[in-house]
Nanobody
Framework: QVQLVESGGGLVQAGGSLRLSCAAS????????MGWHRQAPGRQRELVAT???????NYVDSVKGRFTISRDNAKNTVFLQMNSLKPEDTAVYYC???????????????WGQGTQVTVSS
């Protein structure tokens, strides 16, 4: 079993910054892509950013130039640095990871429990 635990959410004024972290633990042989998604009230979950094990990165257009995704492969952790935050960034942020299980060798996708980010105007 694999667990993903997010931290770093909170309340911030527009224009401020937050840094989210997501640490994976458990029966991990290898982690391939890791990513951040968000879901605002009444809206579908959307992909924010992804990063592969070799550092290939993609962002949704609305966060380009403001958010930066990174990862520490040695610590199985992914980060999301969020700058110039806007009220429309308010959402629950979830991390996910594509993991090869150490025990079974199988590949699965795991999700964190989510962390609330609220940006006030």
């Amino acid at each position: 079993q694999v667990q993903l635990v997010e931290s770093g959410g909170g309340l911030v004024q527009a224009g401020g910054s937050l840094r989210l972290s997501c640490a994976a633990s458990g029966s991990i042989f290898r982690i391939y892509a890791m990513g951040w998604h968000r879901q605002a009230p009444g809206r579908q979950r959307e992909l924010v950013a992804t990063i592969t094990s070799i550092g290939i990165i993609n962002y949704v257009d609305s966060v380009k130039g403001r958010f930066t995704i990174s990862r520490d492969n040695a610590k199985n952790t992914v980060f999301l640095q969020m700058n110039s935050l806007k009220p429309e960034d308010t959402a629950v942020y979830y991390c996910d990871a594509a993991v090869q299980n150490y025990s079974s060798g199988s590949y699965s996708r795991y999700w964190g429990q989510g962390t609330q980010v609220t940006v006030s105007s």
